[in-house]
């Protein structure tokens, strides 16, 4: 809590990256780095923490959650503008924003269709992008929460709560700063905090919707969440990923049962 605000730059090997960014790291270099690499990298560190304000992108669908403006506007520091599905893509893309919120909880097909929309886009380098959807998706826009964009750090949140604690992570703000109603929000989902963030978990199981609800679950707690959908698709997961904490299987399966 007293040093979440503090952006951090991780330089390591490329596989660690996917990690790095998932715990709220700003900006991640691979090994071998050249020195321009790392010059750039330092650059970018300094204009960020001298820069006053912190832009915050939600894209929101007609009838969408009327408090979320509310609910982040009052992150002191933070610039919100709200944009339709339609016109987000280029706001993405401007370099403005330091975190994007798509807002699932009216219409979640046109926010998992932005999602979609953005896999193709020229995003800033660990742009993170918080996906809001307090009712459950179908198993479409599911899978394509799931695999889209797997280079960009993206978030799958169920509560307000969680939004605005994973808002105030990646703007990397001070808590102390923030609002009494929000230090009450980060402080709920801080004591609900396992320990588990970090970590790799792998599910394997036919049944999209026991898929989305482990997700939506463990992502909360800053696990790094992969799936299959059959036994042997499970076994080509455990294989090509690498450093798996866990492997959640479903006993009965077809063709390939646990």
């Not at 990298?41 to 992108?57: H, S, T, Y």
Request: hydrophobic share 40%; proline share 4%.
């Amino acid at each position: 809590m007293l040093t979440r605000h503090i952006p951090i730059h991780i330089i390591s090997v490329q596989e660690q990256r996917r990690r790095g960014v998932k715990m709220g790291a700003y900006g991640f270099t691979g090994k071998p780095a050249e020195r321009d690499e790392l010059l750039a990298a330092f650059v970018r560190l300094k204009d960020f923490v001298e820069r006053p304000e912190r832009g915050l992108l939600v894209v929101k669908g007609a009838g969408g959650d009327a408090a979320l403006e509310g609910l982040l506007g009052k992150q002191p520091g933070v610039v919100v503008k709200t944009v339709r599905p339609g016109s987000a893509l280029k706001e993405a893309e401007s370099g403005n924003y330091d975190c994007v919120v798509i807002d699932c909880s009216s219409v979640p097909a046109q926010g998992t269709k932005f999602l979609g929309d953005l896999s193709g886009a020229a995003l800033a380098d660990g742009l993170p992008v918080i996906v809001y959807a307090p009712k459950d998706l179908s198993a479409k826009n599911m899978e394509i929460v799931q695999t889209r964009m797997p280079r960009i750090n993206k978030r799958l949140v169920t509560s307000s709560d969680a939004l605005v604690y994973e808002a105030a992570l990646f703007l990397h703000q001070r808590v102390s700063d923030l609002p009494d109603q929000t230090q009450e929000a980060v402080g709920r989902v801080e004591r609900e905090d396992t320990g588990l963030a970090g970590t790799r978990v792998a599910i394997i199981d036919d049944d999209i919707r026991n898929i989305f609800s482990l997700t939506s679950v463990l992502e909360q707690y800053g696990v790094e969440v992969f799936h299959a959908e059959d036994g042997r698709g499970g076994i080509d997961l455990v294989r090509k990923i690498r450093g798996l904490n866990v492997v959640l299987v479903d006993i009965m399966m077809p063709e390939m049962d646990g």
